[in-house]
Every structure is written in C-alpha cells, then in structure tokens.
C-alpha cells in the first residue's frame, strides 16, 4: 500500500503527465537520439546527390573578359579580351561522375528506408508499451480495491470468530485470500512501474514524474493485441 500512497501524493502534487497515444507518440518520435541519427543519414545522402548533380548543371560566369598583370593585357582561354564574355561549365559526358550519382541515390534510398524502420519500429514499440502500461495500471487500480474490500471482510470473519458465528477455519480462508491478494498486488506495482519507467525513458518525461493514460485516446477495437 505504500507505493499506493505516493502514487496518490505525487498526483496531489501535480507531478503527473498526462498523455494521449498520439502525444505519447509524438514525443518519442521528437526525442528519440536513434532516429534523429537516421533522418541525418538521410538527409546527408540527400545532399550529396545535389552536390554531385551540380556538376551537371552548366554554370555561367559573366565578366568584361579583361585581365591584366603588370599593365600587360591578357589572354582568356588563348582569345583575346572581349568587354563582355560568359563561360558555361558542365560535365554533361562525364559519364563516371553518372555512376556516382547512380550509387549516391542507392545509397540514398536506402537510408530513407532505414529511417522510416526506425520510426515505424519506435512508433510499435511507444504504441505497445502505452497500451500495456495503461492496462497494468487499470489492473492494478482494481486489485488495490480488491484488496481493501478483502481487508475489511477479513477484519469483520475474525471477529465473528472470535465472537464463535464461524468456525475458525473460515478466519485462515478470510487470511489466505488477502495474502494471495497482497501478493498480486505486489507484483502488479512492480510490472506497472517497470512499464511506466521504460514509457518515461522512451519520452524523455523526468524520473520524478509520474504518467496517466488517457483511455479514451487509444483504439477501440482490438487494442490490446494491436498497437
């Protein structure tokens, strides 16, 4: 009962977040360090295409063609000044920087789907650990007032044999039944934390904060077996 009783005063203290699937989803997604490696492999694939394209593309310079050392007039490209000239640069037949680019956009689809695994694989895993965490959490609330209920008709069994209105095995029944009670109850704390504390580490929420589903947000059909 005593994770109960903190569990409540970190609620009365407001040191809960409460998160919808999809918030839940979202947060994983903006703070997942893996992810955010893939989309930058993806995005440096990217920009290495561009940049071997630009070989392609014909650049143009423009100027007055006029170039001097020392007060001698010079020559561009072995003809003489013009007072306007344009230059046109290009790799049009350069057919192994071609193969590059075949290669780079390889390369670069295959990052893309590397990184939409990823994100689809933490979505799975964010969807799945949110909806076992709100089940256990559900479950447990239940069993705490299992328990209490247990707990009280225990009290008044012992009474009533003591008073000599039951024989005394049914007091060991009343016992037995609240022992085996607490001991789920037990397990159900630690399972519930542990899925609360891996949901925390996937969204990067604080240790020393707490987190509430919200029931209404997640599928209504078949949503304990399909996130």
């Known amino acids: 009962m005593f994770h109960a009783i903190l569990f409540a005063l970190a609620m009365f203290a407001g ?6 699937l999809k918030q839940a989803v979202d947060m994983a997604l903006g703070s997942s360090p893996e ?6 492999q993806e995005e440096a694939a990217k920009q290495s295409i561009a940049e071997a394209r630009s070989s392609f593309i014909p650049a143009f310079y423009v100027g007055s063609g006029a170039a001097y050392t020392r ?5 561009i490209e072995g003809q003489p ?10 790799q049009i037949f350069n057919l192994p920087q071609k193969y590059t680019i075949r290669e780079l956009q390889a390369n670069s689809m295959a990052a893309g789907v590397t990184a939409l695994s990823r994100r689809d694989d933490l979505i799975w895993r964010v969807a799945s650990i949110y909806l ?6 559900r479950t447990l609330e239940a069993v705490r007032k299992e328990t209490d209920s247990l707990e009280k008709l225990q009290a008044l069994t012992l009474e009533r044999v003591k008073e ?10 009343a016992r037995l039944g ?23 580490s996937m969204l990067a929420v604080p240790e020393d904060r707490h987190i509430r589903t919200v029931p209404d947000s997640m599928p209504a059909s078949g949503a304990a077996d399909s996130p």
């Open 15 to 20: 040191d809960v977040e409460t998160l919808t």
């Open 35 to 40: 992810l955010r490696i893939a989309q930058a």
């Open 164 to 173: 000599g209105q039951e024989i005394p095995s049914e007091g060991t029944r």
């Open 71 to 75: 007060g001698a007039l010079q020559q």
């Open 132 to 137: 076992d965490f709100d089940r256990a959490a």
């Open 81 to 90: 000044p013009a007072i306007a000239q344009a230059y046109a640069v290009s």
């Open 178 to 200: 609240v022992a085996k009670n607490r001991q789920r109850l037990v397990e159900l704390e630690g399972r519930t934390s542990l899925l609360e504390s891996t949901l925390k």
